[in-house]
């Protein structure tokens, strides 16, 4: 077995007598080095224990010190402190994984009895320290393994989604989607249900993650508008849809991200008539050729809450012109940013505001039926003296106004690459527009 060996770094050029002493009642050889070399970049004490002698005032070389010590803790080792007078030392900073003890050093039967408790420890050190380096390995390959799996998740459940939407004569899509993580909890969907219609579904499961994801999949094939039997088929209302998908979701029971908020609707691509439906989702936005706003409110409670939902049907007659947006309550954060994140720090919510700082478009609204406290007439309200939604402020509904959807989700996706890229809190954001063409 090797001889054990001490390091002594002297940040002061007198020694302690009673260091000379403790050294030779150990069984160790012993080196010295000045502080200026031991932090010299490459340089690391070959010892089983590190002895580090101070002045009687530390302070002007606290930075030196500090860099030692984290040199040292980079591959632990036992190390005492000490004042060359012998006085007590004033605590000074260290890496918590680092093991230092200080000693005044005017007893060198007491020294050398910590000089050899520490010699005693070296193997204990060695072998944390090769569990630590082993965790640390291991750690890094599970979160690489995890990442895959993250990765390879997202790319399930995007082909799960339209890789392009389609079009139906003068109807056609417009789509902006954007997750938050490599998955995301909120769907879409768009798909033919016979040769005159078409059914759209846009959902947003609670939570986050991998859980909401796995929900979205569970959605996608639960939405089923069309049932079939004895050869035949019908087209389900959508409530219909948005009930069975609330018994389905009961039915199995999730412990993880049971809720969804979801609209559905069927359009027929003859007449151009729109019938929807929605459980807890905002309200969709209908646009005329005119460039006129209104709100598709109906009533509807978020989806696997109870059983027995009923869910109220709107219809619409659609025009040459005419675009209606669904989407999920991730738009919030990206129209409104500082009222969803107020747990911003306020630099950055001062970059928000002058990014969301824009002109006041005059617009008009209208609201479908009268629901004054909805979430989503609040939204579309003109801003005005008691305007309680901060949404109304924003120039994305007087860009959809004025210039029409397409230039309204081009300016919703750049906002939200800009949010994430200063640190808000955002949410998975999907918006899908309808377009009848003019």
């Not at 940040?11 to 502080?35: C, G, K, V, Y």
């Not at 060359?84 to 900073?93: E, I, M, T």
């Not at 509904?397 to 800009?418: D, M, N, S, W």
Request: hydrophobic share 40%; with cysteine; aromatic share 6%.
């Amino acid at each position: 077995m090797a001889q054990p060996h001490i390091q002594v770094i002297l940040a002061d050029e007198t020694i302690p007598d009673s260091l000379h002493s403790a050294l030779q009642r150990t069984a160790a050889t012993a080196a010295f080095w000045p502080l200026s070399e031991a932090v010299r970049p490459g340089r690391t004490p070959p010892a089983d224990v590190v002895v580090v002698v101070v002045p009687d005032d530390p302070t002007e070389l606290a930075g030196p010190l500090r860099r030692l010590f984290d040199r040292l803790a980079e591959s632990p080792r036992a190390t005492i402190v000490l004042r060359a007078s012998g006085a007590a030392l004033p605590s000074l900073s260290f890496p918590p994984t680092l093991p230092v003890t200080f000693f005044s050093g005017h007893n060198d039967h007491e020294l050398s009895g910590r000089l050899n408790a520490m010699l005693a420890m070296r193997p204990c050190l060695e072998s944390l320290q090769r569990d630590a380096v082993a965790h640390r390995r291991n750690g890094e390959t599970i979160a690489k393994r995890y990442a895959n799996q993250l990765r390879l998740a997202s790319q399930v459940q995007r082909e799960f989604l339209p890789e392009e939407l389609p079009r139906f004569g003068a109807a056609s899509f417009d789509l902006v989607f954007r997750p938050v993580d490599y998955v995301s909890g909120d769907i879409y969907d768009v798909h033919r249900l016979d040769e005159t219609h078409v059914g759209i579904a846009l959902a947003d499961a609670t939570g986050h993650g991998i859980p909401a994801a796995l929900l979205t999949v569970y959605i996608k094939r639960a939405l089923r508008g069309k049932e079939i039997e004895n050869g035949s088929y019908r087209i389900l209302s959508p409530d219909e849809v948005l009930a069975r998908l609330n018994d389905d979701i009961l039915d199995a029971r999730l412990t993880e991200c049971p809720f969804v908020a979801a609209v559905y609707a069927v359009l027929n691509i003859e007449t151009y008539e729109l019938t929807l439906a929605r459980g807890g989702a905002p309200f969709p936005i209908h646009r005329s050729g005119a460039g006129e706003l209104c709100i598709l409110a109906s009533q509807g409670t978020i989806v696997g809450v109870s059983p027995g939902m009923r869910c109220e049907v709107r219809t619409l007659q659609l025009r040459p012109g005419d675009s209606v947006l669904f989407y999920s309550d991730g738009l919030e954060r990206i129209v409104a940013p500082e009222s969803a994140a107020r747990d911003v720090p306020p630099q950055v919510r001062r970059a928000a505001r002058q990014l969301a700082r824009a002109r006041r478009a005059a617009y008009r609204v209208r609201s479908v039926t009268e629901e004054p406290d909805s979430a989503a007439t609040a939204l579309l309200e003109p801003p005005g003296p008691a305007a309680a939604s901060p949404v109304a402020n924003s120039s994305w509904l007087g860009t959809l106004q004025t210039e029409g959807p397409t230039a309204a989700l081009a300016q919703i996706a750049g906002r939200q690459r800009a949010l994430r890229r200063m640190g808000y809190p955002l949410d998975d954001l999907t918006v899908l527009c309808l377009n009848i063409d003019a």
